[in-house]
């Protein structure tokens, strides 16, 4: 079943899509949420909202994204099998179809030991695959997890992360293969600094036909300082900063100005990259510079056709 959403709408006709985050708050104000929304409503096609993100306590994902549909933005739910049993995501899967929300993104979670509340457990009941193919069968087949038959639809545009740069590297493109075949519509990648090993990432999803069976976004995460470089390339799992970036941000005598050349420079050349299909922005404590990510990039607004 389609799911309506108007992400789903953009990447079928073949545009460029833009998608950011609007990470909600340690808190209660749903302030917080809808400035970003505001913010970003039109220079991006849907809004990730973050679930604990970086295992730290926040106002919940679903919360979040009811916010934004208030404000007219298209939400993508965000959820993760850390804090979960198979019972609890269903329930939230088919409070989020009630709600009118028509995207969301499978994924693990990042390990509590990173975050605030360290010693909490772990629940991963299931993992991020069965938690794609899972949401798949409850859309597809209107069907629970134990077989059970779910009354009303679940029109969900299903996504999945894909991290291109994590060891072992040879295995990315299987586990990416396998998110796909678990019924993964949409892809959103870890940052990318490395371009040269996101194109030969890139060379395998298009060797096995990966592109032509999900919709990848390239993720972009704009750098602020030297200080942000030097820690994302240290302390951050999974994310690759070359030293060529590290020293253009050490070099500048406008960090910030040249954190965006190197994403505008990175965004030109993912458009000509086969198989990228968008970009997704985790701008982050910097939302502010997302409007004009967008426009410098001449992503939005897009032309009337």
């Known amino acids: 079943m389609k799911s309506g959403s108007n992400l789903e709408r953009i990447l079928e006709s073949g545009q ?13 104000s749903s302030k917080v949420v809808q400035r970003k929304g505001e913010l970003l409503k039109f220079c991006c096609d849907a809004l990730n909202v973050t679930d604990n993100q970086t295992a730290i306590v926040r106002m919940s994902s679903l919360s979040g994204c009811v916010l934004l549909k208030e404000l007219g933005v298209e939400p993508i739910l965000q959820m993760v099998v850390r804090d979960r049993n198979r019972l609890a995501l269903q329930s939230d899967i088919l409070g989020a179809a009630a709600l009118g929300i028509g995207n969301m993104l499978c994924l693990s979670g990042d390990h509590q030991k990173f975050g605030n509340h360290p ?19 409850m859309r597809d087949e209107h069907k629970f997890l134990n077989g059970e038959e779910i009354s009303g ?23 990416l293969a396998k998110k796909i075949r678990a019924g993964a519509d ?32 390239a993720g972009l995460i704009p750098i602020k300082s030297v200080g942000m470089a030097r820690y994302m390339r240290n302390n951050v799992s999974g994310l690759d900063v070359p030293q060529d970036v590290v020293d253009r941000m050490a070099n500048s005598k406008d960090p910030k100005a040249e954190g965006v050349k190197i994403c505008l420079e990175t965004i030109e050349q993912l458009k000509e990259i086969e198989g990228i299909q968008g970009i997704h922005i985790m701008a982050v404590a910097w939302e502010d510079i997302v409007p004009r990510l967008v426009a410098q990039a001449g992503l939005m607004p897009r032309p009337i056709v």
Do not use: C
């Open 16 to 28: 460029f899509a833009v998608t950011a985050e609007a990470g909600p708050p340690k808190g209660t």
């Open 119 to 137: 010693t909490a457990k772990g629940v991963y009941d299931i993992d991020s695959i069965q938690f794609i193919r899972m949401v798949k069968e």
């Open 153 to 175: 639809d679940v029109p969900l545009f299903i996504g999945a992360a894909a991290n291109p740069f994590a060891d072992p590297f040879e295995f990315r493109v299987t586990r």
């Open 186 to 217: 949409f892809i959103q990648t870890q940052g990318i600094f490395d371009m040269s090993k996101f194109a030969e990432w890139m060379k395998g999803v298009r060797d096995r036909g990966l592109h032509k069976k999900t919709y990848i976004l």
